[in-house]
Structures are given as C-alpha cells and as structure tokens.
C-alpha cells in the first residue's frame, strides 16, 4: 500500500494546479558581498492505513439484543467510505459487513448520502467451520444468500460543518426466521491519498480466505485481534505544499504575526490550497525583504523532499512557510526568529499554526478540505498554534526542516 503514497501529488486540482513555479532569487535585491546555502524541506511522516477506526458495543451489554441500536461518530471526504463488522451471533462463523471499500457515503456530486443506507449491509460466511456442525473448514469467504437489510438497519446522519458522520446500527433481526444477536464490531475510513484510498480491503477480501482478525469476529464475536491491527495502523497522514522561504531584516516575521487576524497578503492561499504566488508577490514588496525563493512545484508526498538555495548578508534572517496539505488552513512556520547564516536541524524551531481563515475539520478526512477538491467554510480569528483537538503527530514526526 505504501507505494501508493506517491500519488500524493494529484491530492486535488486546487491543490495541484498552483505549483508552477520554480525556486527563485531576487539577486538584485541582495548585496555583492552576499553569501549561500541550501534550505531542505522533508516529508517524514508515516503513512498509515486509516485515518479513523474504533469500535462499538451495546448499551448494557457489549452484545445488541434485537431492537437495541448503536451509534458512531467519524469524519469523512467523498472519496471515503465506512467499514464495519460484527458476528451474527446466532452462527457457527457468519457476520455482517457491507461490500469493500465500505459503505458509500457521499453520491457523484459530492452530496452527503443520509437516511437509511441498509441496502449496503451485507451477511457473510467467513468460510472457517461448517454452517451445520461446526467443524473446521477452509473455503474462501462468501456472501450468504440472506436479506441481511432486514436484520440490521442502518441510518446515517451527517453534519456538514464538521464533515462529521454518525451511522445508528440497529438489530431488528426480532421475530424474523433469521432473529440474532450482533456482536461488538468494529469500524474504519481508511486514509486517501488524493488519488486512492492506501487500503481498499479493510477487514477482509470477498471470495479469498479469512485472516485471523476477522475469524475471531466472524466466529466468536472477539474484536480483539481487530482492535490491536486497527488501532496499529490507524492515523493522521499528509502531503507538504512547495515551501516559500523569505530573507529579511528586522525583528518581525513577514509570513506572520501570532495572535493577530490574517493580513490578506497571501497566507490564507498558502495554509488552504498550498498556493505561494499572492504571498511571494507581496513578500516581495515589502521593503525589509532581501529574497523570496520557493522549494519545489508540486505537493511534497510522504518520503520525498524539496530544497532551495538562498542568498543573504550578514545580519539577515530567513522565515519559512509550507501548507499541512490534509488541512483545510494550516501551516508548518518557524515559530523562532532564525538568522539567515544557522546551518543544522531546524526542525525544533518550526511548529504547525491554524491561519483562521478556514473552518477546521479532521485532518484527511473533511469534505471542504484541499485534499478533497473542496473550499473551506469561511472564518475570521486569529492566528494561533494548533492544539490538541485532533490527534496530529508531533512536528518532528511529520517535517524536518535543515540548512546546509
């Protein structure tokens, strides 16, 4: 799956489309006596399978008796689906789960798909022990020629300021032929890369043999092994936009000041769609600017890097920018003053900042994100550190940032 990673660089029109430009100098802003180095920009995080996964149990017990319900909440982009599992307890090694990828969440415009979805669930037969007698087999898995939208019932509600889902799973298997209990489950989005989802079979692969963690459901109803792979390769993930770098005199960074409202001079287009003209053209009238340069013209994928030379004189400082691309406004930036002439890791330095121009939703998986095709929702507050709202790996497990 990893090496669909690379196709990070078609994560979405806006977000592609922007990149032509090549890393610039300005030499006749700079002084004859000017030195210079190379600024390097790295896509270090770990990729995992999905962006979202958990797990779901009854109310009083952790089995759903017929006529109980349960609900989960997760967050989605329209190339996303649901995955779900969870035994039909009154089997020898069936269970309940919708097609691969999973349940359909948004139609072919991009519109949300609510209300009852219980067409997309389906019964299965995990192929390990015969439906009569128990006994241990080992036939792929297949689907069980039964109604299962008449035992379960699903429904899905969505908000669309977060891009947030709840799916209510109901047990209304009472009083049919076919009456069961249902077994704690387990659910999951798997993480998109702009082009793909990095894991297109979550739980199992109709038609091919079981794994163990989808036995132990199918058979017992223990989530456990399920639990431990998804929890394993479950999280947050994104692509790097070209990065902009400044070389300045003075005390004030020229990208941004935190703690005060975007100025309008192009970090806004940076920390939504990854787009460095409107800020480079305004870095560039700035009286106080010596150089403006961009590394790379096209998203940085997870394992890849891009670097620039630039020029500076004795005293000069240099203030960088890159778009954390899964976001829908949010920028990696030194958050300290560096002279243009340090040379080594600058990674500690550098921390990941919300721009306030864009209503945030979950990292890879917001609909109005970049990563999407989408615009995000309009707001106005100030700039400000990113905090610990979403599970977001630590800076230095996503970018590093070196001069040499």
Do not use: H
């Not at 960088?320 to 002279?339: C, H, K, L, P, R």
């Amino acid at each position: 799956m990893k090496k669909n990673i690379l196709k990070l660089a078609t994560l979405s029109l806006g977000f592609m489309t922007i990149f032509g430009l090549t890393s610039c100098d300005d030499d006749d802003m700079m002084m004859e006596s000017s030195m210079e180095k190379t600024i390097t920009f790295e896509n270090i995080v770990a990729p995992k399978d999905f962006v979202e996964s958990g797990s779901f149990q009854g109310t009083n017990t952790p089995v759903i008796m017929p006529g109980e319900s349960v609900s989960v909440k997760f967050s989605a982009g329209k190339a996303q689906s649901l995955m779900f599992a969870t035994m039909y307890g009154a089997s020898k090694d069936w269970f309940f789960a919708s097609k691969q990828p999973g349940i359909k969440l948004f139609d072919a415009n991009g519109n949300a798909i609510t209300g009852d979805v219980s067409s997309e669930v389906l019964l299965w037969d995990n192929g390990t022990k015969d439906n009569a007698t128990g006994t241990a087999q080992s036939n792929p898995i297949s689907q069980v020629n039964v109604n299962a939208s008449q035992l379960v019932k699903l429904n899905l509600s969505y908000d669309i300021t977060k891009s947030e889902f709840t799916l209510t799973i109901s047990n209304t298997s009472g009083g049919t032929a076919n009456e069961t209990p249902l077994s704690p489950g387990v659910w999951a989005v798997s993480n998109y890369n702009g082009s793909q989802l990095l894991n297109s079979a979550p739980f199992f692969t109709p038609n091919a043999l079981s794994n163990p963690e989808i036995t132990d459901i199918a058979q017992m109803g223990d989530i456990t092994k399920m639990v431990t792979k998804l929890n394993a390769n479950t999280g947050i993930m994104t692509g790097l936009s070209p990065a902009l770098v400044v070389v300045y005199s003075g005390n004030q960074n020229p990208i941004y000041q935190l703690g005060q409202l975007d100025s309008g001079n192009g970090l806004k287009e940076v920390s939504q769609t990854g787009d460095v003209t409107k800020l480079q053209n305004s870095l560039k009238a700035m009286s106080n600017v010596k150089g403006v340069y961009v590394a790379g013209n096209a998203p940085v994928a997870p394992g890849n890097k891009v670097m620039t030379n630039f020029k500076y004189t004795s005293g000069d400082k240099i203030a960088y920018v890159t778009m954390f691309g899964f976001s829908n406004d949010w920028f990696y930036a030194n958050e300290q003053s560096i002279d243009a002439n340090t040379t080594g890791d600058l990674t500690s330095k550098t921390a990941l900042f919300d721009s306030g121009t864009g209503v945030n939703q979950y990292p890879g998986a917001g609909n109005r994100q970049a990563l999407f095709g989408g615009t995000p929702q309009a707001e106005s507050i100030v700039i400000s550190k990113v905090g610990a709202q979403y599970p977001i790996p630590a800076v230095q497990n996503v970018l590093k940032v070196s001069i040499n």
